[in-house]
């Protein structure tokens, strides 16, 4: 059975950091391009950022550069996003997808509030 399964999110204040994981399982994950998308409250999904299947490349949106950096570790399959300056429009679920060709996977996501 294909997971993705994300975790990390919760609440923090203005300014602060937090580092969500996606562990995946069930197929190749080093075969994969993975990305981080967000959904706010009431708006439709944003892709953030996205990462080759070996690590080697990274882009981000320009809401996010500079501030949210993806990385991911093919051994222990899994996917981070590491988060820092956080805001309240960076309020949102969170969720990895992860894609080679036509095959897509999409994790449950993990809410991310940024509130004082």
């Known amino acids: 059975e294909v997971q993705l399964v994300e975790s990390g999110g919760g609440l923090v204040q203005p300014g602060g950091s937090l580092r969500l994981s996606c562990a995946a399982s069930?197929?190749?994950?080093?075969?994969?391009?993975m990305s981080w998308v967000r959904q706010a409250p009431g708006k439709g999904l944003e892709w953030i950022s996205r990462?080759?299947?070996?690590?080697?490349?990274?882009i981000y949106a320009d809401s996010v550069k500079g501030r949210f950096t993806i990385s991911r570790d093919n051994d222990k399959k899994t996917l981070y996003l590491q988060m820092t300056d956080l805001q309240p429009e960076d309020t949102a679920v969170y969720y990895c997808?992860?894609?080679?060709?036509?095959?897509?996977?999409w994790g449950q996501g993990t809410q991310v509030t940024v509130s004082s």
């Open positions: 069930g197929f190749r994950f080093g075969g994969f391009a």
């Open positions: 997808h992860g894609i080679r060709t036509t095959t897509a996977y």
């Open positions: 990462i080759s299947d070996d690590g080697a490349m990274t």
